[in-house]
């Protein structure tokens, strides 16, 4: 028998069956060894964009100040632009401004005599930075006083923001494919943001997922076939990574490359809880908030109300009550493979109650 033709006609049907014509890095045979799951309460409505397409990717949660129930998620498309939804899924606003690949925010950003709310994201159209003004209903504003384009050698790819608590300074890491990380200040120049690059450096290979837990001046960031890496958040930190321990192949059996979309649930006194999502076998890593980020457990997202999540690209988490529905908070995760009523379409967000995922573990994890 030849191997090698036998491998690649097997890669060829698999291929022809992928109902998302589309090939996976994930593997569902892998996930069965998942043994704990949840289900989504709601999902956003599917990206503008064919059911082939890699599209949605990264979501942001933004909270309103004046009523937590009208807050919003902000999810990139990394084939056109940012949509914003509403807590129920439903679409508000899409702004066609590029491709854009991971978003984040951050509260309280003065400008002028203003004190507003901003989000950001990787444009990989413009290899730079976008920034926007976050108004009272969610909707955006272009706020960039001029294009903040990178100078990494390869395309802009993850990002994520960090306020420091030493002097309230608003950061943004982005990072690229080939594994370089910038730090760019985020300055106000009037009505408008611009930025200056403050630090740079450079991890072995391809990372994506980045998350900062400001609190603990502390930067997280996902390397895609090694694991998920500590620094320090300041400009003037250590640029030295800790790698934590079970967050590879290597050193945890229910890791399977790439390791991808981070966010942090938090809790008093520096505690709670990091997410790691591990598209190999379509799961969710849980580490401890605090060093030395001990792994606690994985779970995976499955059929209910709505279909479950494949291959999970960009997650967000909220860790205080929302409304009804979201009494103890939010996660929200990219579904690599979204279908409705069994037929496969554009790919979208899936919400979750923070509380479905609490009570999975043996010694449920601890909610605000």
Partial sequence: MN?????????????VFSSCSRFSEGSKKASEKIQLSTTALYETTAMPQDKKEDAADDPAIWVNPKNTAESRIIGT???GGLAVYNLQGKELFYYPHGNMNNVDLRYNFVLGEDT??????????????????????????????????SEMVDE?????????????TTYAFVNSKSGEV?????????????????RDFKLDTQVEGMVTDDENQTLFIGEEVSGIWKFDAEPNGNSVGE???QSSE??????????????????????????????????????????????????KIVDGIVDGSEETDGLDIYSYSLNEDF???LLVVQDGYNYDEGKAVAQNFKLIPWENVAALFETKLKQN
């Fill in 3 to 15: 191997l090698k033709y036998s491998f690649f006609n097997l890669l060829a049907l698999f291929i």
């Fill in 77 to 79: 498309d990394k084939k």
């Fill in 116 to 149: 507003i709310d901003i989000v950001a994201a990787s444009n990989r159209t413009t290899q730079s930075i976008s920034i926007y003004k976050i108004n009272e209903d969610g909707s955006l504003k272009n706020i960039a006083s001029r294009i903040i384009k």
């Fill in 156 to 168: 802009v790819y993850g990002f994520c923001m960090y306020k420091s608590p030493v002097d309230s």
């Fill in 182 to 198: 910038e730090q760019w200040k985020l300055i106000p120049e009037g009505t408008q943001i611009g930025a200056q690059l403050v």
């Fill in 243 to 245: 790698k934590l321990s």
């Fill in 250 to 299: 290597e050193d945890n059996e229910f890791i399977m490359f790439d390791i991808e979309g981070l966010s942090i649930y938090y809790l008093p006194n520096g505690k709670g809880y990091i997410v790691a999502s591990s598209q190999g076998n379509y799961s969710y890593a849980v580490y401890e908030r605090l060093a030395p980020h001990n792994y606690i457990g994985s779970f």
């Fill in 327 to 329: 009494q103890h908070g």
